[in-house]
């Protein structure tokens, strides 16, 4: 590498506006380098350069910057160190540990703490599974180390090395720094392989193939899971105006989805919310794993008030963690709340850049940004060849509720699974508040076959009639607005109970409540079965001219609306109970009428 | 060493121009002082491009020209001088005294744009305030700690229900807990202003108030510095000094039209109506000033008042408001209308901080399912009004006939209150239940059967 002198490779700043500056005499800087700004040596990115002009977006306060301080490159693109260390800790937009400021500045972020990374001291266990003359490719495992109490760290080649292994230290406690493995590459270079590795942000990491998405993400939320289901690697965008719902369903599958690993953006939003991610988390045990839920989770949080350039970074800087976990041949789920702050972080940088806005002044190529970003999602085979998977779900905030602007409309174009949140259900506290009219999801057909094996084999069927029953109820609805529920025939009158038996037994879901919070699917399977059983029942009696107002038992009704505390999560043989109420009601009130 | 220079360039509304200035900072305060009368004005640095400035003027730039004035770089950021003494104070937007008493001196001085607070370092808010209004302790419960704006519109009783608050809110869990209040007035009228010092007067709190005050015909460039002040000097007291402090900030609404007017003269690609694109980050800087952090006993609980353009929940101010505060109350004009005061419109008010503090141990076991069930019950009254304004309220079925019945006394007795009168948390979840017995019990499955057992009102019950 040919060394660069000092006083050449200095930038001088020129321009200070807001998180935006330039820089002279930066020719041999390079486009999307990282440098360190001023005295304070503040951390920002080169994102524009013009013959010795460079133009970068500093990731900390600028306040207290002086044209004339010094710009200093450090050779390389915004990158992350991936190794131990990242699960069950909190970090900054470019990956600085918060509680590590904290040790530094204990109630407030300072400006100028530097490029801190992963713990460097911290010893962990590992296991050298290389021998001296492996042959390594890229992204082969080489040793593990068990990050925590649910996961292997598969510590990997990185993706742009392979070679013959020399040597290999023995088992033992080693840090992050240490050097664990000597391999030696086709133009026989030594290079030491470590725990970590540095990956720039921005570059997606490679993998073998992709492959096509067969299994859903299971969340525990019914309206998911049965109406609208994600694929593992998989794409989803939530988008809502303020207050319908958006934390709160990120928050459900965070908690409670079977992905082996949680890697969860707050970008741009408050504070509080990733407190209590971290009060909240360590207490919630994993189902599946019997631990606590923190210990498969990554946070990362640029609050809304954290400089607006390590917001544009902070999703970068997920989706590569995302990537490093995928890599090791885990389920990945990627939660980021929101994708709209991102998008406005892109605006406001390019407004400071004076490019050509495009749609309210969000620049040109905001479409391609977020097409890069979800499909950095996939079910892959890894370079060790494993199988991994990244699932984005992006919640979206519209100005003003409104879907018809630029992030929600681009967002859609890109994603599968669009669940809309509707103001009246918030404001009428129907939580979730996922309107099932304007919700899609577009894994229906490929994840059939799995529902079909693994639930109940009419269970899409299942699904798809009980959405036709909402699509009706709709239509009824409108009619009713405008002559009143008792002019309809009885059996949409007999329609319209069932709706609303599935809108509050069914789709609503509390998140307080311990036993409604995370539903098994078989149980979401068998509640659903029970109403269309109480529907089809309610048919039989229209049949025999029984009117609606003496099929409408309340007594069943409400053990409908109440399933779903009263049926416990592992004994669904109330539902059974149920069945025979119905029949034995019903039985009486047809023989009635038969005879 | 003090830089001083002659030369402005440009002077376009509130920001001047000035060039060949050498080795001055990033937001770095300067003074302009007019050589003839020697008086000064205090600006900021908020782009500095090679030798040229720009230099935002807090003051008003009227008069301001080429010659007439030395501008003078202070090398200093904005700092106010922190201490006790600011309690029962009265400050202009950019920290001066205007109530004829001394200067502040302190050692301690802290820049008013504060830094954001590591999430590592907050302590989730999870203590109820009881405000004595029903319809707020209720529905949309206030946390300590909580930034919860309320959305309001012009002529709307915001300002007494602000006052009722301030009146009757309990921030400490003892008496021996030190609170105050923090008051910013941002482009208000000098009647507002006054009814506010009247009302803090009364309830005698004026000498644990500090007050910001930023009139309506002041400049507007001030508008930008005056919620900053008021939140610097809460931090202080809060987080140095350990006290619960409220703030309470009106008028939103001017603060953002004096961001999109400078933002303007900056000639900056707006987004939406004009303002600026950056203007949720800029909201967020003050609206996360307020919270609780781990370990110390203070709290910043935040009150913000907005006035709706066109009582408009979708415009950018109260839009972006909404996404960054922890919920919102809003007021209904067709309540105020009926005489309802106050006219808090439940349906898009909420608090996003409540699940955590109500409830056994807090306020009462029944409180969630309560407000659950009244929420659902009043958003069915809308369905049923809407149903009787087209087939009239006679042709209504029984049941949703008592849905009319239900929304008008919820409305009459519930909402409405007097602006003096102060309910324990007990008495209105009480009146809750009296009210919804109104309604079929089938009609109430929001209710646990135990909650129903134990709360529900049993001579009241019908059928
Ligand atoms: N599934 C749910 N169960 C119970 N309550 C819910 C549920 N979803 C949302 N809520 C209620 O709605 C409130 C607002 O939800 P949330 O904070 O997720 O909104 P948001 O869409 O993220 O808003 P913003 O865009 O302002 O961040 C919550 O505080 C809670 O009271
Ligand atoms: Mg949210």
Redesign the pocket.
Known sequence: MAVIEQNQAKGIISSINGPVIKGRNMVSFKMREMVTVGEKSLIGEVIVLEGDIGTIQVYEETEGLKVGEVILPTGRPLSLNLGPGMLKNMFDGIQRPLAKIQEVSPIFIPEGIGLLSIDEAQLWEATITAKPGDILLAGAVFGLVKETEVIQNRLMVPPNLSGTVVSVVPDGSYTIKDMLVKLRDEKNDIHELKMAHQWPVRTPRPTAYRQETLVPLITGQRIIDIFFPIAKGGTAAIP?????????????LAKWSDADIIVYIGCG??GN?MTEVIEDFPKLIDPRSGKSIMERTVLIANTSNMPVAAREASIYTGVTIAEYYRDMGYAVAMMA??TSRWAEALREISGRLEEMPAEEGYPAYLPSRIAEFYERAGSVQTLGGDEGSITIIG?V?PAGGDFSEPVTENTKRFVNVFLA?DKNL?YA?H???INWLESYSGYIKILSDWYEDHVAPDCIELRNKMIELLYQENKLLEMVMLVGEDVLPDDQRWVLEIARIIKVGYLQ????NKEDTYVPLAKQYAMLKAIEYFYEKGRAGLKLGIPTSQLKNQEIISAFIKMKYTIPNDDLSGLDELKNQIDSYYDALFKRYQD | MKKEYLKIDKVVGPLIQVSDVDSVFYGEVVNIVEIATGNIKKGKVIKIEEQHVVIQVFQNTSGLAAGNSIINFTGESFNLPMSLDLLGRIFNGIGQPIDNGSEIFSAIEANINGRPINPMSREYPRNFIQTGISSIDTLATLIRGQKLPIFSGNGLPHNELAAQIVRQAQLGDDVDEPFGVVFAAIGVKHDDEKFFRKSFGESNVMDRVVMFVNYADDPIAERITTPRCALTAAEYLAFEKNMHILVVMTDITSYCEALREISSAREEVPSRKGYPGYMYSDLAALYERAGMLKNQKGSITFLPILTMPNDDITHPIPDLT???T??QLVLGRDLFQRSIYPPVSVLPS??????DGIGEGFTREDHAEVANQLFASYSKVQEVRDLSQIIGEDDLSQTDKKYMAFGRAFEAEFLNQGADESRTIVDSLDLGWKLLAMLPLTELDRLSPENIEKYFPKESQVE
């Open positions: 809502g105006g303020f207050g319908t719902g958006k934390t709160m369903t990120q928050h459900q939003e408050r919310e709340d929101s919640a905030s949140l918030a506290r939580y979730p508040a879901q509390n998140a307080y | 909404g996404y960054i922890e919920g909420l608090s996003r901080l409540m699940k």
